[in-house]
């Protein structure tokens, strides 16, 4: 059968009721080459995510990846749920939340569409999956690709339009997230550089800016986070102390004012930069 004919009969079964579809004939069409399966997934629209989901047509969304060291955006089946989840984002929700997520398992390309499509949810939707988000450690997960924060400030600017400041305070904390000591020695010993948090450009996620919008009656525990997470990044030194104190100050902060330093908005040049923008945030 040549790709016309493919093509054709792919796109007579999409004109048609999901419901008078039949999976067996169907997978056979598009599991006859990838540019099939890429049509298919291109033309169907949202009507057909419950009948997907409910054959398994989605399933390789739950494989562990093979290499677990790179990924790419080749699979078709979370393009077509990232179209989809504008107008189905409660069921593409039920989808992501129904994923697990964890160092034995994980799928990065996944778990990096995972964090683009929450970066569109609605607020409604979004609070759903920002505990599995937390939980999961999906940051941490990630921290080996470089993240940038783009889709994570879109969702803490969600949350905070919403005024659901329950869950900006939830997200923020997963992404003021520290890295271990033991994660701190491996990469003391490798050319990547002691950055304590898992974002390449913690700037980006402008988690900082988000934090100090918060009401009122959310200010305290935002404070509980930054204090938290000034005193993780303090435990996370490598170096000890001579003589006073039991571990010197890694990330030589010796020379900051502590009291007069004010968050700024301009570009941070390095990780040491984020790591001051947590001490005046805790004025705010």
């Known amino acids: 059968m040549n790709q016309i004919v493919l093509h054709k009969k792919i796109d007579s079964i999409l004109r048609s009721k999901p419901k008078d579809a039949k999976s067996d004939e169907l997978k056979v069409l598009i599991q006859t080459n990838l540019d099939a399966q890429q049509f298919f997934f291109t033309q169907a629209d949202e009507r057909w995510l419950d009948w997907l989901w409910g054959n398994s ?3 390789i ?10 990924y ?3 699979m078709p089946e979370l393009n077509y749920l990232e179209k989809v989840a504008q107008k189905k ?15 034995e398992n994980i799928n990065p390309k996944v778990v990096d569409r995972f964090s683009r499509i929450c ?3 609605p607020a409604e939707q979004l609070k759903r999956v920002v505990p599995k988000i937390k939980e999961e450690r999906w940051i941490a997960l990630m921290s080996s690709f470089n993240q940038f924060g783009f889709e994570y400030e879109k969702m803490l600017s969600t949350l905070s339009q919403a005024k659901d400041f329950d869950n900006v305070l939830l997200l923020a904390e997963a992404i003021l997230a520290i890295r271990t000591k033991e994660e701190m020695k491996q990469d003391a010993s490798s050319y990547v550089n002691e950055n304590p948090f898992y974002f390449s450009d913690l700037e980006y996620t402008k988690v900082f800016e988000y934090l100090t919008s918060v009401d009122d009656e959310h200010k305290d525990q935002a404070l509980g986070i930054i204090l938290t997470s000034i005193q993780n990044i ?11 104190f039991a571990s ?21 040049i390095s990780y040491r930069d984020d790591i001051q923008s947590l ?4 004025k705010y």
């Open 89 to 103: 984002s409660e069921k593409v929700t039920d989808i992501i939340i129904s994923i697990p997520i964890s160092v």
């Open 61 to 70: 969304i739950k494989q562990k990846a093979k290499d677990q060291a790179r």
């Open 234 to 244: 303090i435990l996370t030194s490598q170096e000890k102390g001579e003589k006073v």
């Open 119 to 121: 970066s569109g949810l």
């Open 248 to 268: 010197s100050e890694t990330f030589h902060l010796y020379d900051v004012d502590f009291f007069d330093i004010k968050l700024g908005e301009d570009k941070r």
């Open 279 to 282: 001490l005046p945030v805790r």
């Open 72 to 74: 790419s955006y080749s």
């Open 57 to 59: 047509f989605l399933d």
